[in-house]
């Protein structure tokens, strides 16, 4: 009962220092407004008291004597300042403390997403310190003053604080938005610090939407943050994106990207999605003046075992963050009333080679699905279910055989262990053999045997011959296939069991599900993982 008691005292508390730090903020966003207004007073009484001399106190202004105001105004603007100064100091160890706070988050919507935002206060004028803090962007013509007003007063909502979301919301952030959306289901892993430069090593475990939002509060603490930490969902989605005004994709699977496309569509919102992987990356504008939407270019979606993401195929980290930029420049440009470079067309960026292309899209597609004249779909859908993959990087077990083709780590152990007769087949990239392997295993890349390689085929059935001779069994001889995850080798098996008998014998192939990430985790923890 003691411990159920602390655990709720706990969530109070946090609970009300959430609340506290909202006050800040918004407290501090009225301070900005008053500073403001208090120059502008400032500057039209010294106007008038070097016009007209030494001014006289009026019945309406008790003399200095009597109250004190003149006093009582410079010491409330000190106060200011020195209260602006204590929140932002404020703000950066509350953002510290805020990824502490990983347990009991459905109490404040961090899980469920809160159901409405206060608008964005109205802004007529910049401060001295706004002045200051982005005097390098206001000098310019196309931005000016009233850019970077439009700015304060947009919101953008980041999908993903991943490779593409953490160099994105940090230009955001600089350039003085108003407010950062921050949707990630995810925790940050020491794999992801190659690319998503928001978060550090003292950081891994938390959550990645709160620590990109501490990161964020660093650089800019008059920015509004607001981390959502959990997959964004159709229940959510729509309800998240109208709260808005630009959306930027920056997930890395296909259910996310048609949910978003879609959100947006019906929310009537701005989408600049962006994507990488290995040394290649996109751009483009959808939803946007009348251009398409990414359901008019990809009216149905790839099949699931055509599709890879960084963590099966791999990517430079420069190539995230360029497309990062190249997103936040767009949302820029938008928000501040430039407009868009890619409203119709998507631009490719080619790392080996140093080369962007510009490709000019299709228009709008009359009979789109969701932005065509007689759209069929007026609500979210079950987005999983339509790609028939997971909208998220966790799950990216593909089932291409049936159970009696398949066996576990623990069993594939077992059988080793008894040194029963077999053949294990590593079908991996060369490039991931390198990194590293099980030693007993025969290496032949899935694209060699997809290819029918002769050479490939050789060596197999070579080694195939070589177990034979040892066992002197008449059974068929099994032929263990593994790969990192447990997909290719599905794929190989299947190939195993399409070749001919009278060159391969009798062969019993076999794939070993979760492959050497699985054999990591549940067999020799001193195996690598990449």
Same mark, same amino acid.
């Given at each position: 009962?003691?411990?159920?008691?602390?655990?709720?005292?706990?969530?109070?508390?946090?609970?009300?220092?959430?609340?506290?730090?909202?006050?800040?903020?918004?407290?501090?966003?009225? #301070?900005?407004?008053?500073?403001?207004?208090?120059?502008?007073?400032?500057?039209?009484?010294?106007?008038?008291?070097?016009?007209?001399?030494?001014?006289?106190?009026?019945?309406?202004?008790?003399?200095?004597?009597?109250?004190?105001?003149?006093?009582?105004?410079?010491?409330?603007?000190?106060?200011?300042?020195?209260?602006?100064?204590?929140?932002?100091?404020?703000?950066?160890?509350?953002?510290?403390?805020?990824?502490?706070?990983?347990?009991?988050?459905?109490?404040?919507?961090?899980?469920?997403?809160?159901?409405?935002?206060?608008?964005?206060?109205?802004?007529?004028?910049?401060?001295?310190?706004?002045?200051?803090?982005?005097?390098?962007?206001?000098? #310019?013509?196309?931005?000016?003053?009233?850019?970077?007003?439009?700015?304060?007063?947009?919101?953008?909502?980041?999908?993903?604080?991943?490779? #593409?979301? *953490?160099?994105?919301?940090?230009?955001?952030?600089?350039?003085?938005?108003?407010?950062?959306?921050?949707?990630?289901?995810?925790?940050?892993?020491?794999?992801?610090?190659?690319?998503?430069?928001?978060?550090?090593?003292?950081?891994?475990?938390?959550?990645?939407?709160?620590?990109?939002?501490?990161?964020?509060?660093?650089?800019?603490?008059?920015?509004?943050?607001?981390?959502?930490?959990?997959?964004?969902?159709?229940?959510?989605?729509?309800?998240?994106?109208? !709260?808005?005004?630009?959306?930027?994709? *920056?997930?890395?699977?296909?259910?996310?990207?048609?949910?978003?496309?879609?959100?947006?569509?019906?929310?009537?919102?701005?989408?600049?999605?962006?994507?990488?992987?290995?040394?290649?990356?996109?751009?483009?504008?959808?939803?946007?003046?009348?251009?398409?939407?990414?359901? *008019?270019?990809?009216?149905?979606?790839?099949? %699931?075992?055509?599709?890879?993401?960084?963590?099966?195929?791999?990517?430079?980290?420069?190539?995230?963050?360029? =497309?990062?930029?190249?997103?936040?420049?767009?949302?820029?440009? =938008?928000?501040?009333?430039?407009?868009? $470079?890619?409203?119709?067309?998507?631009?490719?960026?080619?790392?080996?080679?140093?080369?962007?292309?510009?490709?000019?899209?299709?228009?709008?597609?009359?009979?789109?699905?969701? *932005?065509?004249?007689?759209?069929? =779909?007026?609500?979210?859908?079950?987005?999983?279910?339509?790609?028939?993959?997971?909208?998220?990087?966790?799950?990216?077990?593909?089932?291409?055989?049936?159970?009696?083709?398949?066996?576990?780590?623990?069993?594939?152990?077992?059988?080793?262990?008894?040194?029963?007769?077999?053949? #294990?087949?590593?079908?991996?990239? %060369?490039?991931?053999?390198?990194?590293?392997?099980?030693?007993?295993?025969?290496?032949?890349?899935?694209?060699?045997?997809?290819?029918?390689? %002769?050479?490939?085929? !050789?060596?197999?059935?070579?080694?195939?011959?070589?177990?034979?001779?040892?066992?002197?069994?008449?059974?068929?001889?099994?032929?263990?296939?593994?790969?990192?995850?447990?997909?290719? $080798? !599905?794929?190989?098996?299947?190939?195993?069991?399409?070749?001919?008998?009278?060159?391969?014998? $009798?062969?019993?192939?076999?794939? =070993?599900?979760?492959?050497?990430?699985?054999?990591?985790?549940?067999?020799?923890?001193?195996?690598?993982?990449?």
């Amino acid at each position: 009962m003691a411990g159920a008691a602390a655990a709720r005292l706990r969530a109070e508390i946090r609970r009300r220092e959430r609340e506290l730090r909202g006050l800040r903020e918004r407290l501090a966003a009225e #301070l900005a407004r008053g500073d403001t207004a208090e120059q502008e007073e400032d500057g039209e009484r010294e106007r008038d008291e070097a016009a007209c001399g030494a001014r006289q106190p009026s019945a309406a202004e008790p003399a200095r004597g009597d109250a004190g105001d003149a006093e009582d105004e410079d010491g409330t603007r000190g106060l200011r300042e020195r209260l602006a100064a204590e929140l932002a100091r404020g703000d950066s160890g509350d953002a510290d403390e805020e990824d502490e706070d990983d347990e009991d988050e459905d109490e404040d919507g961090a899980l469920g997403f809160p159901a409405e935002l206060p608008p964005l206060p109205a802004r007529s004028a910049l401060s001295a310190a706004e002045i200051l803090r982005y005097s390098r962007q206001l000098v #310019l013509p196309e931005l000016g003053v009233r850019g970077q007003l439009r700015l304060a007063r947009s919101s953008v909502l980041v999908v993903g604080c991943g490779g #593409l979301g *953490c160099p994105l919301a940090q230009y955001l952030a600089a350039a003085g938005v108003g407010r950062l959306g921050l949707v990630d289901h995810d925790v940050v892993e020491t794999s992801n610090l190659q690319r998503q430069v928001l978060h550090g090593e003292a950081r891994r475990g938390r959550p990645k939407a709160r620590s990109a939002a501490a990161a964020l509060r660093r650089l800019n603490s008059a920015v509004q943050y607001v981390p959502y930490r959990g997959a964004l969902r159709p229940r959510s989605a729509l309800r998240l994106v109208r !709260q808005y005004d630009i959306v930027a994709d *920056c997930s890395d699977n296909v259910p996310t990207r048609y949910l978003v496309s879609d959100a947006c569509v019906l929310a009537g919102k701005p989408l600049v999605s962006g994507s990488a992987l290995r040394l290649e990356g996109q751009l483009a504008v959808y939803n946007h003046r009348g251009g398409p939407c990414y359901r *008019c270019l990809f009216p149905r979606p790839p099949p %699931p075992d055509t599709v890879t993401n960084c963590a099966d195929g791999g990517v430079l980290g420069a190539v995230t963050g360029i =497309i990062g930029c190249l997103q936040a420049l767009e949302v820029l440009k =938008i928000a501040s009333g430039m407009g868009s $470079s890619f409203s119709g067309y998507m631009l490719m960026f080619d790392a080996l080679e140093g080369r962007f292309r510009n490709i000019k899209l299709r228009p709008r597609r009359a009979d789109c699905a969701v *932005c065509g004249d007689s759209p069929s =779909i007026t609500c979210l859908q079950d987005y999983e279910a339509f790609c028939g993959s997971c909208a998220t990087d966790k799950c990216r077990a593909l089932q291409l055989l049936p159970g009696a083709d398949r066996v576990s780590v623990q069993q594939y152990k077992a059988l080793l262990d008894a040194r029963a007769p077999h053949v #294990l087949l590593d079908v991996r990239p %060369p490039v991931e053999a390198e990194i590293c392997r099980l030693p007993h295993a025969l290496h032949i890349p899935l694209r060699r045997l997809q290819d029918r390689d %002769p050479a490939s085929l !050789q060596r197999l059935q070579k080694r195939i011959c070589e177990e034979k001779q040892r066992s002197d069994d008449q059974t068929p001889l099994p032929v263990y296939v593994v790969c990192k995850l447990g997909n290719d $080798s !599905q794929k190989a098996v299947k190939i195993l069991q399409e070749l001919p008998a009278e060159e391969f014998g $009798s062969v019993l192939a076999k794939d =070993i599900k979760g492959g050497l990430m699985a054999w990591a985790t549940k067999i020799d923890s001193t195996f690598p993982q990449y």
